[in-house]
């Protein structure tokens, strides 16, 4: 048997497992789709030991703030329920140190972009109830997965490490690239620089909030939960609403070629805006103002991390389909910036109007 097969019979499933297919588009872990004989379809994961030093203490808080999230929503759908391996636990270890996971696959779809502008409010909507929801949960007493996830000041520190040691001779064909992150360093530091001075409040936050990390409802379309949380932690609501815009409201790929394609859509901008507001109404005033600069710090920060990795010889993101896909990555990242900067006063101004729509 192969050991993704095995892996799908080491979990409490309702029958013997019958297929297994790679699912999802996910840069980081490798996911499966794993059907039974009564025909019932779960997730099995392979969690990317690289990224995740400790699946064990990630395991756990994914599983306290599942526990937490059922005991406060209507629809069992709208959490991830993850199945106990045949000995008990929330992850299978294999021989050889590999962790594997295993949840429901209940009833629904991920896009990787939007199809209209209602699957991507349906989004906006499930990310800021999922900061709602957990606005009263312990964020403290969470496990730092990844540390300084979004510390922008930090990511910049390990960019310029990797400059200085070049160590698979990519520095001189990226000089350009690296002088465009440099000058707008001190841009990207300023929310870490008021979360550390308690300007922003720290909350729970998802931390990776692509629109393919929200799972839809098959029949209506509306969003039934956030997936993908091997990175909640504590951090900024601006982390998550600006990570949203970048990936879903850009109008092209985050690994497209020609970076002329790559624009902020103002519309999708206001459209998640109101949606986030709308379910998210405990943000304070400072965090509204700074929607923009959420943003626009976001988009930056992960042309820092993709730029890096390229630098590094793509061992982070190590998904790749072609030896220049993590520059590409970093270049349409800077594009969208750029374009951002361009639309800098209208994007305040669309924050500012919903803003007030809702009253706030
Ligand atoms: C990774 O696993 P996935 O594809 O949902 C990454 C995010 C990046 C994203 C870019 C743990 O997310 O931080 O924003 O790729 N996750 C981790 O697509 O690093
Ligand atoms: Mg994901």
């Known amino acids: 048997m192969m050991s993704i097969e095995k892996a799908a ?45 400790n699946p064990i203490r990630m395991m756990n808080n994914t599983c ?14 709208m959490t991830l329920h993850f199945i106990p391996s045949k000995d008990g636990k929330f992850y299978h270890k294999t021989p050889d140190g590999e962790f594997w996971r295993m949840s429901y696959l209940v009833g629904g779809f991920t896009l990787d972009a939007p199809e209209s502008d209602e699957d991507f409010y349906q989004s906006a909507l499930a990310f800021g109830r999922f900061q709602e929801l957990l606005a009263d949960f ?27 040691l070049d160590c698979v001779g990519r520095v001189a064909e990226t000089a350009e690239d690296i002088a465009f992150l440099m000058e707008r360093e001190k841009t990207g530091c300023i929310l870490q620089k008021m979360l550390d001075a308690g300007i922003l409040p720290l909350r729970v936050t998802h931390n990776d909030t692509k629109l393919n990390n929200v799972l839809l409802d098959s029949e209506t379309r509306k969003s039934l939960c956030v997936l993908d949380l091997d990175t909640v932690m504590a951090g900024s609501s601006l982390y998550d609403y600006g990570d949203a815009i970048r990936y879903g409201a850009a109008t092209a790929a985050e690994d497209e070629q020609d970076v002329s394609k790559m624009h902020l859509d103002l519309h999708l901008f206001e459209v998640f805006t109101r949606g986030y507001l709308e379910a998210a109404p405990a943000l304070t005033n400072m965090e509204v103002a700074l929607l923009p600069l959420g943003a626009l710090v976001m988009t930056l920060e992960l042309a820092v991390r993709f730029l890096k990795d390229y630098l590094d010889g793509d061992l982070y993101f190590s998904k790749i389909a072609y030896p220049e896909h993590n520059l590409v990555r970093a270049r349409s ?20 109007k919903v803003a007030n729509e809702l009253r706030r």
Request: hydrophobic share 35%.
């Open 9 to 53: 019979f080491a979990f409490q499933t309702d029958s013997d497992p019958i297929s297994c297919r790679a699912f999802g588009s996910g840069h980081i872990n490798n996911t499966f789709c794993v059907i039974t004989e009564k025909g019932t379809k779960y997730v099995l994961q392979r969690i990317n030991r690289y990224v995740f030093k």
């Open 138 to 164: 312990p964020a403290d007493s969470l496990y730092e997965v990844i540390p300084n996830f979004h510390n922008t000041q930090d990511r910049y520190m390990q960019l310029r490490e990797s400059v200085e």
């Open 64 to 77: 306290a703030i599942t526990d937490y999230l059922r005991e406060r929503i209507e629809d069992p759908r």
């Open 333 to 352: 990242q800077m594009a969208l910036v750029a374009d951002m900067e361009k639309n800098w006063t209208q994007m305040n101004l669309i924050v500012a």
